[in-house]
Each structure stands twice: as structure tokens, then as C-alpha cells.
């Protein structure tokens, strides 16, 4: 059977290379969906550049799912439609990629639902099959791609996700609408499985590659991956990031972005070292010291502070800001005031939330 691919203009945009925020969830202080600070981080990512939005995701929190909760549907509704509206008003052409999650009667449900919105490709998080082998794996990921392309992605055991080896991602990578990669694991062995899976795969000039490693962005985007494979050199590079820390100071991400693609041989070790900064940002925002627990809170009290979330409520009342972790961000807020995007955002922030 044939596959359904992206259009051409989409995997035009995913493989040259673009800046994904993935998307948090804004909640009021009864933890109810606040649909117009919802809007007003979309239309926040949009105007700050990004060229993709990744909905319900894990920064998007996986709960939303849950039938008492039921936010999956309106949370992908609502960004599509502004999404939809920014393109029409602008020409421009958004990546919009919808997470995809669970045993493969809900992961098929959900990027159903996803493709009939609009969403051009799922990202397929396998959290659900902690002991499955990679031959059941691989026979969910198919079924999910009969509906729409897929993006991979490696999750952090930390936050939920599983060891996936090179055999693994060799044979993902293989699948005919593969379209892309998020790697996130955290850890460069696991990094390396995934890009040598990719250059094993016979596909690796059709799959684009995105950092998901919040604790190395600026490394991962810089470097150049290698791979002697059937007697060929095959040369791959990580061409964006799909991250939750690009849903914050979106705008500085852009940027850098496009300083790093633009970036003279001479320029890299300043890159390297501004890429320090931004690692020591993410320990601090992400709650590193307390093994990620801190994560949705710490993103949401940056966009607190900038006005665009109201407060930092998650789905999980007893997740809290701590003031250790408030102490961290206010340090790295006055140690590199360089990346945020503040004024941006105040210059906007009436217009989104209207």
C-alpha cells in the first residue's frame, strides 16, 4: 500500500530546517483550559518565527488525554486554527505536528483525529511499550503511518521514556514516510544509535534530524555526524530542535537558529560557549537538580513572568514551583539577560491576548 507522505512544500521546510517550540498548556487557577492564553502562545511562537508547532506533546502535558480531562481534541483545535490563520494572513507555510501516544488503538485514534484537523505528521512517542521488542514497536509504528507521516521520538527515560536501540531507529528510519527524527534522550550514546540508524537506514537524505536534547542544543546543531555505511560517508546534521525549551524565549531561538546555519568557522567556539549559557538556563528551568520534576512549571513561570500564562498550574496540583527552583531561574535570568525575548513579548502581548 501506499504510504501517505507530506506535501512537498511541508518536507521542504522540516528538512531545511526550522524552529519547533512544542506547545505548553495554558490552564486558569481552577486548572481549566484558558482558552485566550492558549491563543496568545500560538500566535506568541508564530510571530516570534517559528516555522513548526508540535501540539500535544509532552510539554503539552500527556494528561490531557485522560477522559475526565479531555483536552486532547480542543488543544489541537485551537492551535490549528490559529495556525490556519497566520498562513492565510501571511503566505507563509507552518509545520503542524500532533503528538501521538499510547497502544496502537489509541495512537491510530488520535493521529485520525490529527490528520482530519489538518495536522501534517504525528509525533510518535512509544512511552507505552516500555518491554516491548523492537518488532512490536516497529509493527505499531507502521500501523500509526498508515494514517499520516511520523516524526520519531527518542523521550528521556526520565520523563517517561525507553531505551531504543540502533537496530530500532535502522529500521524506523527505513519506513517510507518517515518524515523526521526528534532526539531527546539526553544522552549522546543514545543520540549517536539514532543518527547511525539513520545513515544505515538507506534513507538519511529523506529524514530531517531535530534536537531534542534541551541539555546540548547549540552542540547538537553545530555538529556534523559522520558514518561510514555500505562503503559510502554519510554526513548528517541536526537541522532544527523540537524542544520545550524553545517554547519559551521563541524569538532568541530563532535567532540563534539562524546565527548557527550563518555561523563562520571562527565564530563556533563563541556559539559553544553561548551554547553553555543556555544548558545552564535549561538545568535551572527544567528542574535538573530534582530529576525533571520541576519541568512544566519552570517553562510556565517564564511565560508567567512574561504575561503570556497566568500562572504556572499544571494538570497535577501537587506540582509546585519551589523556591529553590525560583532562586535558580532568578540567577539565570540576571546571569543571561542575552536570551531572553522580553521586550518582544511585551511589545506583542496585548495584540495576542485580544
Given at each position: 500500500m501506499a504510504f501517505p507522505q507530506l506535501a512537498g512544500y511541508i518536507a521542504e521546510i522540516l528538512n531545511k530546517g526550522v524552529v519547533i517550540p512544542a506547545h505548553p498548556l495554558a490552564l486558569s487557577r481552577n486548572r481549566r483550559l484558558d482558552e485566550r492564553r492558549q491563543r496568545a502562545l500560538t500566535r506568541y511562537y508564530l510571530d516570534a518565527g517559528a516555522g513548526g508547532i508540535a501540539v500535544g506533546v509532552h510539554t503539552t502535558q500527556f494528561e490531557i488525554r485522560k477522559p475526565q480531562i479531555g483536552l486532547y481534541q480542543p488543544v489541537l483545535e485551537l492551535a490549528g486554527e490559529e495556525i490556519d490563520r497566520f498562513c492565510a494572513m501571511s503566505g507563509k507555510s507552518i509545520i503542524k505536528i500532533a503528538g501521538i501516544i499510547g497502544k496502537t488503538p489509541q495512537a491510530v485514534k488520535e493521529a485520525t483525529l490529527a490528520a482530519r484537523l489538518g495536522y501534517h505528521a504525528g509525533l510518535l512517542s512509544l512511552s507505552a511499550w516500555p518491554d516491548a521488542s523492537n518488532k512490536e514497536l516497529?509493527?505499531?509504528?507502521?500501523?500509526?503511518?498508515?494514517?499520516?507521516?511520523?516524526?520519531g521520538f527518542y523521550l528521556q527515560p526520565a520523563v517517561g521514556g525507553r531505551y531504543l536501540d540502533v537496530d530500532f531507529w535502522r529500521a524506523f528510519a527505513a519506513m517510507e514516510n518517515v518524515a523526521a527524527i526528534k532526539i531527546a534522550p539526553f544522552n549522546r550514546y543514545n543520540t549517536l544509535d539514532v543518527i547511525r540508524g539513520v545513515a544505515e537506514s538507506g534513507r538519511a537524505e529523506a529524514v530531517a534530524l531535530y534536537t531534542g536534547n534541551?541539555?546540548?542544543?547549540?552542540?547538537?546543531?553545530?555538529?556534523?555526524?559522520?558514518?561510514?555505511?555500505?562503503?559510502?560517508?554519510?554526513?548528517?546534521?541536526?537541522?532544527?530542535?523540537l524542544l520545550g525549551h524553545w517554547a519559551f524565549w521563541t524569538k532568541s531561538a530563532v535567532e540563534l537558529l539562524d546565527r548557527?546555519?550563518?555561523?563562520?568557522?571562527?565564530?563556533?567556539p563563541d556559539l559553544l560557549n553561548l551554547g553553555i549559557h543556555i544548558t545552564d538556563s535549561n538545568a535551572a528551568v527544567f528542574d535538573v537538580s530534582?530529576?525533571?520534576?520541576?519541568?512544566?512549571?519552570?517553562?510556565?513561570?517564564?511565560?508567567?513572568?512574561?504575561?503570556?500564562?497566568?500562572?504556572?498550574w499544571t494538570?497535577?496540583?501537587?506540582?509546585?514551583?519551589?523556591?529553590?527552583?525560583?532562586?535558580?531561574?532568578?540567577?539565570?535570568?540576571?546571569?543571561?539577560?542575552?536570551?531572553?525575548?522580553?521586550?518582544?513579548?511585551?511589545?506583542?502581548l496585548d495584540r495576542w491576548l485580544r
Open positions: 516497529l509493527q505499531h509504528c507502521r500501523a500509526v503511518s498508515e494514517i499520516f507521516p511520523l516524526v534541551d541539555d546540548n542544543i547549540v552542540a547538537d546543531l553545530l555538529t556534523e555526524y559522520i558514518f561510514s555505511t555500505g562503503g559510502k560517508m554519510i554526513k548528517k546534521r541536526m537541522v532544527g530542535g548557527i546555519f550563518h555561523a563562520k568557522n571562527d565564530k563556533v530534582h530529576n525533571f520534576a520541576g519541568c512544566f512549571v519552570g517553562i510556565h513561570e517564564i511565560l508567567r513572568r512574561q504575561g503570556l500564562l497566568e500562572g504556572v494538570l497535577k496540583p501537587d506540582e509546585q514551583l519551589t523556591n529553590a527552583q525560583k532562586t535558580e531561574i532568578d540567577r539565570i535570568y540576571e546571569a543571561y539577560p542575552d536570551l531572553n525575548d522580553d521586550r518582544f513579548v511585551a511589545e506583542n
